[in-house]
């Protein structure tokens, strides 16, 4: 936090643009070492930008941020210049030879964040709205980075406060006359509303880490019923092998797709049926794995030779879709399978297609769509979330019997909690948060 710090902001290569971000203690002697001078805080102003030597490195824009008021804290300052590779190393050259140094991964981040200019969930916000390629990440990414889950959390810690000092009163002062005789007891009723409140906030069927990280759709299916086929109509591309041999498809085959504007990671399994080999014992393995995890479950059945398939039917489960394929050598209506919807279709033709990737769509927005309260993003958020939760369920059932117990367990929580917001010291959380980041954020 000593240091002085650089990096290019903007993305690397041949730019119209480049961003060079500067931050830190000895930021304003470092910039004016390049510009001369810098303009009032928050102006822009074109300025020539020279070497140690004098020598002109380019023309652009600074814009100076005087601490507090900047994204780290800190005084900072941002060099827009032309984005090609050689000014952009020319540059970084001459603030080295200022005594700034190159930033590290997440640095510009982390800064903000030891500053109080944002929380850990903040800074995890950021970072995915960075990596966000879809509507629904760039929305969720951005509630989470303008303090919705913060909102939440710190919430439960005044709530989480007000019940300790119910209890500890009781605790510290039993014999006092202005302290109500069991005052524990107050603290019963708004530890169970919350304990309602964690309870609600982690049955979200996974749907915050789902937009993050994408809505799994396995098929399943003999072999040669036209899985494969079907992917590569879905993701409109050939990203599987397709081919008249039976078990082409030895391995999870994956592509991902934008639904609705949510990720979709769409898998194709190995053929189900008695393996002729190892290799494809193994294969078959994952992709009953890959079934069976998945979010959602496509059976595809190859109509032409039969109606049924029960090595296929009995791994669907209730909300899954099944596609009657190769309509075009046979048509079949449908199977039958409870709580199942059925898609004639031709993974060949195209026929069906498009009515089974909206109702694919529609599923995939029914699960993932927007809530008013916002969703746990990360698993680091969910481990965090439960094992505040196991506390409180062990202080509602010390609050009677035990209050000094009670209050034990609901520091616990509180410390839980605080792990998730970064207000408590957990270096080894904040390295791998932080070491997710693009260099010059």
């Not at 299916?221 to 092998?241: F, T, V, W, Y």
């Amino acid at each position: 936090m000593t240091d002085t710090i650089y990096a290019l902001a903007s993305a690397p290569g041949r730019a119209g643009v480049g961003v060079i971000r500067v931050s830190g203690p000895r930021a304003r002697p470092v910039s004016e070492a390049l510009a001369g001078s810098l303009p009032d805080p928050r102006r822009s102003s074109l300025r020539a930008f020279r070497s140690a030597d004098g020598a002109v490195i380019d023309q652009g824009l600074l814009i100076w941020f005087q601490g507090p008021h900047s994204f780290t804290g800190e005084d900072s300052a941002e060099f827009h210049i032309h984005g090609g590779p050689a000014v952009v190393a020319a540059m970084a050259s001459a603030l080295s030879d200022a005594g700034a140094r190159a930033a590290e991964a997440g640095e510009f981040t982390r800064r903000a964040f030891a500053n109080d200019k944002l929380d850990l969930t903040e800074a995890e916000g950021l970072a995915d709205l960075i990596d966000a390629e879809t509507e629904g990440q760039r929305a969720q990414a951005l509630a989470q980075m303008t303090g919705a889950l913060k909102s939440v959390y710190a919430n439960w810690r005044e709530t989480l406060i007000t019940i300790l000092a119910s209890l500890e009163g009781e605790i510290d002062f039993p014999d006092e006359e202005d302290v109500p005789d069991h005052l524990s007891e107050t603290a019963g009723a708004p530890l169970n509303t919350l304990i309602d409140a964690v309870k609600d906030h982690l049955d979200d069927d996974h749907r915050g880490e789902r937009v993050r990280d994408g809505f799994v759709v396995a098929l399943i299916g003999a072999p040669n019923a036209g899985k494969s086929s079907l992917l590569n109509r879905l993701a409109r591309r050939e990203a599987a092998i397709v081919t008249d041999i039976p078990g082409t498809t030895r391995d999870v085959v994956e592509v991902r797709l934008v639904l609705g504007g949510f990720p979709v990671i769409l898998a194709d399994t190995a053929g189900l049926r008695e393996a002729a080999d190892v290799v494809e014992a193994e294969g078959i393995r994952r992709a009953l794995a890959r079934a069976e995890d998945a979010d959602l479950r496509i059976g595809v059945v190859d109509v032409s030779r039969e109606t049924h398939q029960p090595e296929v039917l009995t791994k669907l489960k209730p909300g899954d879709g099944l596609a009657l394929n190769k309509q075009d050598l046979a048509g079949v209506s449908g199977v039958g399978v409870k709580g199942v919807t059925d898609f004639p279709i031709s993974a060949k033709s195209g026929l069906g297609v498009e009515a089974l990737e909206a109702w694919l769509e529609d599923r995939v927005v029914a699960r993932l769509g927007a809530r008013e309260a916002p969703a746990i993003s990360r698993a680091r958020h969910r481990e965090g979330v439960s094992r505040a939760l196991n506390h409180l369920m062990a202080a509602r059932a010390q609050l009677a019997v035990a209050p000094e117990l009670a209050s034990a367990e609901i520091h616990l929580a509180l410390r839980a909690l605080e792990a998730l917001t970064g207000r408590i010291d957990v270096e080894d959380v904040l390295d791998r948060v932080f070491s997710q980041f693009c260099i010059g954020k």
